[in-house]
């Protein structure tokens, strides 16, 4: 059976949702009295985005090679996302006192379908030239 990219996709980003909203709420539970909210979404994403990278890489894309230039890559297109993310989780929850574990998942359904658009458009595009060559 053959599954399609966005079906793959859709599948690592279930993972990488699960994966990233309760490695939020972990690092949240276990460091809250030591570090503020803004330092622990910060860790949170440089772990999730690590393994949404992998995921991302092996399973969806299916691309060879280029890791450092694609993990950076792939940090460029969040770091946007981690941006916003940061800053409505630190007025969810520092501003307006929301529950952390509604203010982590109302971040989560954006950042899904921009990261999609991102990576398929310039994480993991294959280069033209590339693949001419290889094939030609």
């Not at 539970?29 to 979404?41: C, D, E, F």
């Not at 910060?42 to 090679?65: D, P």
């Not at 996302?81 to 998942?105: C, E, M, P, Y």
Request: glycine share 8%.
């Amino acid at each position: 059976m053959i599954i399609s990219e966005k079906m793959r996709y859709l599948l690592a980003g279930g993972w990488n949702t699960i994966f990233g909203y309760l490695v939020g709420i972990g690092i949240f539970l276990l460091l809250n009295q030591y570090i503020n909210i803004i330092l622990i979404a910060i860790l949170g994403n440089i772990i999730s985005i690590t393994m949404s990278f992998i995921t991302y890489k092996l399973f969806v894309f299916k691309t060879r090679g280029h890791w450092l230039s694609e993990y950076l890559k792939c940090h460029l297109v969040y770091g946007v996302n981690t941006l916003l993310g940061t800053f409505f989780l630190w007025l969810f929850v520092d501003r307006l006192s929301f529950n952390i574990w509604l203010a982590q998942a109302a971040v989560i359904l954006p950042v899904i379908i921009i990261s999609y658009l991102m990576h398929k458009s310039f994480t993991f595009k294959r280069n033209a030239l590339f693949i001419k060559s290889k094939h030609g």
